[in-house]
């Protein structure tokens, strides 16, 4: 982690058993090994919440991507429902157009139908006369 061999490490225990002495040796390791634990426990602490935050941060992006995605399809849609509605009312007013002069000539032609039939009974069947 920091570079320091084993070498480095005998070393520097001789020189904490020359300092310190044997009685106090242990309590020192001892105390070491607590900062040692509580630092490392600290270490893994943060980077834990840093990836975390990271993780979070990265859902958040792909949750904003895929809204802006969803509203794109969602005014697609929109545009071709929109499309398709003005295509049937069009299609609907030009098939009503067309059969509205139909219409018209059904209706007159009937008329002059029925007005044939009924001079061609009125020929057929004279009325009769009271005697």
């Avoid at 990271?54 to 895929?66: F, G, I, N, P, V």
């Avoid at 697609?76 to 067309?98: M, P, W």
Wanted: hydrophobic share 45%; no cysteine.
């Amino acid at each position: 982690m920091f570079g320091i061999g084993f070498s480095e490490l005998l070393l520097i225990a001789v020189i904490a058993l020359l300092v310190l002495g044997p009685e106090r040796l242990p309590k020192a390791a001892r105390f070491a090994g607590l900062w040692v634990r509580r630092a490392r426990a600290q270490w893994y602490s943060v980077k834990t919440e840093l990836e975390r935050e990271l993780a979070t941060e990265d859902l958040r992006r792909s949750l904003s991507a895929q809204g802006e995605e969803l509203n794109a399809i969602a005014r697609d849609a929109n545009k071709s429902i929109d499309s398709a509605a003005r295509s049937v009312a069009t299609t609907a007013s030009a098939a009503s157009a067309a059969l509205q002069p139909t219409a018209d000539t059904d209706a007159a032609s009937a008329e002059q139908a029925v007005t044939r039939d009924d001079a061609a009974s009125a020929e057929r069947n004279p009325p009769a006369t009271k005697s």
